[in-house]
Nanobody, 124 residues
Framework: QVQLVESGGGLVQAGDSLTLSCAAS????????MGWFRQAPGREREFVAN????????YYHKSVKGRFTISRDNTKDTVFLQMNNLQPDDTAVYYC?????????????????WGQGTQVTVSS
């Protein structure tokens, strides 16, 4: 049974930093590209970042590029999202997801497995 478990969310002030973690089990982690998505109240779930299988290639939504960094540790089956200079617009539930098939990494439909999410709230 595949499980993706996010952690590290919380309540912070604008300008603060947080690091999210997503621990994977039940799959061969290094075979999967890993992504982070987020969903704010009343909005669709949107792409945040993706990292390739080896960890050497990453992609970001333009709204977080330069502030967020995705990374992975294949020895620990974990993917991270370092978030700096957080802003109120970053408030959302953050989800990690795993993908093993070809496709556009920003599209939700290509991801086979999802975590339950972790809440990030940024106050102004």
């Amino acid at each position: 049974q595949v499980q993706l478990v996010e952690s590290g969310g919380g309540l912070v002030q604008a300008g603060d930093s947080l690091t999210l973690s997503c621990a994977a089990s039940g799959l061969t982690f290094s075979n999967y590209r890993m992504g982070w998505f987020r969903q704010a109240p009343g909005r669709e779930r949107e792409f945040v970042a993706n990292v390739n299988r080896a960890g050497g290639l990453d992609y970001y939504h333009k709204s977080v590029k330069g502030r967020f960094t995705i990374s992975r540790d294949n020895t620990k089956d974990t993917v991270f999202l370092q978030m700096n200079n957080l802003q109120p617009d970053d408030t959302a539930v953050y989800y990690c997801a795993a993908n093993s098939k070809p496709g556009l990494v920003s599209e939700r439909k290509i991801y086979e497995y999802w975590g339950q999410g972790t809440q990030v709230t940024v106050s102004s």
